[in-house]
């Protein structure tokens, strides 16, 4: 006789309940739509990235309280591995476990090599990778105590496929695809899990002056600024929604996911099957 099925379709209404996430670069775009998925999964969670303090202080009084989960916030600069430390220490001290781990926080730069500044490229690849390597170092030894975990780097379809003058971004989300697989190699037997998503273009109020900004620019409507520019190389041409993104991180995180490690998991409207 069989074993009994396990329960594979948690209902996603506090399915993470009783777990920590901390999520980089959350007070705006994917992150803080993954740290909203996540609270409203039940999961406690660390805020962290840039932006004004009282609207910070708004998302995390407004999570919290719709949710009821806790919700810290660290302003720590994913550039500075000091204040890495301090964040995650902090975590740690405060809850006593981190279970769920998003590398999120990111920036870009677009030049020709030849013009890429230096000063440029050391700060893209300290914030979209070299962050990563440091939060996950510090985070790996409360999983390995807890027997369970999730890494979930938010990487790129620039992780796995590039594009002119964005050297540093398409280096750095590479190399983020390749640390992921690493992780995934050394806590393969330990209940922890590492896998990357590599989103293509994902609607966020960035995209939306962007899309503002070449309409404007060239004199187009915006339907022909979003198909013929910006989502080019997107055979679907639709963004990803934020809420996409938040719900593939629940599922990654959810025990249905168990035996997802390693991979590298486009949400790019069909761009790398190029
Ligand atoms: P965003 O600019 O809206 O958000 C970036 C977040 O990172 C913000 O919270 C910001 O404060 C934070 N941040 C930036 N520098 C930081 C630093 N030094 N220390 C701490 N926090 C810092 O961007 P987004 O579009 O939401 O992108 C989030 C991630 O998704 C990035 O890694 C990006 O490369 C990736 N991504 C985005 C898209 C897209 O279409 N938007 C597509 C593929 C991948």
Known sequence: ???????????????????????????????????????????AVVLNGFGKPAEIAATQYELSDRFNVPVEYSGADMS????IAQMMHKTLKTFGRVDILVNNAGIQHVAPLHEFPPAKWDAVLAINLSSAFHTIRLALPAMVANKWGRVINIASAHGLVASAFK????????????LTKVVALETAELGITSNAICPGYVYTPLVEAQIEGQAKAHKIPR?????E????????????????????????????????????????GGWTAH
């Open 167 to 178: 050297s540093a971004y398409v280096a750095a989300k590479h190399g983020m695809v390749g």
């Open 80 to 83: 500075d591995p000091d204040s």
């Open 1 to 43: 006789m069989n074993a009994p099925a396990p329960n594979l379709t948690p209902s996603v209404e506090k399915s993470l309940k009783g777990k920590v996430s901390l999520v980089t670069g959350s007070t705006s775009g994917i992150g803080l739509g993954i740290a909203r998925a996540l609270a409203a999964a039940g999961s």
């Open 223 to 227: 339907e022909q600024v979003v198909r």
């Open 229 to 268: 520019i910006l989502l080019a190389q997107q055979p679907n041409k639709r963004f990803a929604s934020v809420d996409e993104l938040g719900a593939l991180t629940v599922f990654l995180a959810s025990d249905a996911a168990a035996s997802i490690t390693g991979v590298a998991l486009p949400v790019d």
